[in-house]
């Protein structure tokens, strides 16, 4: 029973936003202390977004505000009003994975899973501005990521065959049998992981 029967407190307060998630127009009703991740996962179920530090360090909430990579567990939901999110879960145009998240799977720069979508999402918004990235550019978009699992190096390899392919018009799988072997076939190729993690669905 509340305390003061008759009186609301802040945390039981809600507000209704409404915005774009994944192309779609959203409107839901939300506690008024919520962030952007905690409505993404715990109102619209969209858990592919990861709940880590809480304080901005590790990257693992990573989403795009209108196209700008953004940790959604500092940001109040209403900073969301009327604008455009996309989480890991929007980042495929239809049923089939990315290139970027199928870059991801074939090189197994996704290990474990907690921190990809983050990343995805960081290296999402570097692909759309700078289709021929380096080493240093790549480094770059993604300090504010951490990865436990990966040593960085294939998360950096995934993010210039998904840049190539991009630019080339070619598959994910053509780009990096150029890269490691001429005498490699692409259908021979192995995806790592289960196409889950790099999409979040």
């Given at each position: 029973?509340h305390?003061f029967p008759?009186l609301v407190?802040?945390?039981d307060?809600r ?5 774009t998630v ?6 839901t009703?939300v506690?008024?202390?919520y962030?952007?991740?905690e ?7 969209l ?9 901005g ?8 505000l209108?196209?700008e ?8 939901v209403q ?5 455009s999110?996309i ?9 089939h994975p990315?290139p970027?998240?199928d870059a991801f ?6 290990q ?5 979508p ?7 918004q570097?692909?759309?501005e700078n289709?021929?990235?380096?080493r ?6 993604l300090?504010?990521n951490?990865?436990r699992c ?6 950096f390899?995934?993010v210039?065959v998904?840049?190539?392919?991009t ?6 799988a053509?780009?990096l049998?150029?890269?490691?072997s001429?005498?490699?076939?692409s259908?021979t190729l192995?995806h790592?992981?289960?196409?889950q993690?790099?999409t979040?669905k």
């Open positions: 029973m305390p008759g407190s802040g945390r307060m507000e209704i936003i409404r915005f994944n192309g779609d127009l959203t409107e009703g506690p008024t202390h962030t952007l991740l409505t993404l996962r715990y109102i619209l179920g858990t592919g977004s990861k709940q880590g530090c809480d304080k360090d590790c990257g693992a909430c990573t989403v795009l209108d196209g990579a953004v940790l959604s567990c500092l940001l109040p900073e969301a009003e009327g604008r999110v989480t890991v879960e929007g980042l495929a145009a239809g049923p990315s970027l998240q799977d074939l090189t197994g720069a996704a474990c899973g907690f921190c990809t983050g990343i995805l999402c960081s290296a999402s570097l692909l759309s289709q021929s990235p380096n240093e550019d790549i480094a770059q978009a300090s504010g951490l990865c990966t040593g960085y190096t294939k998360i390899e995934a210039e998904a840049a190539e392919a630019r080339l018009g070619l598959a994910p053509d780009v049998t150029a890269r490691r001429s005498d490699t076939d259908s192995a790592f992981q289960s196409p993690i790099v979040g």
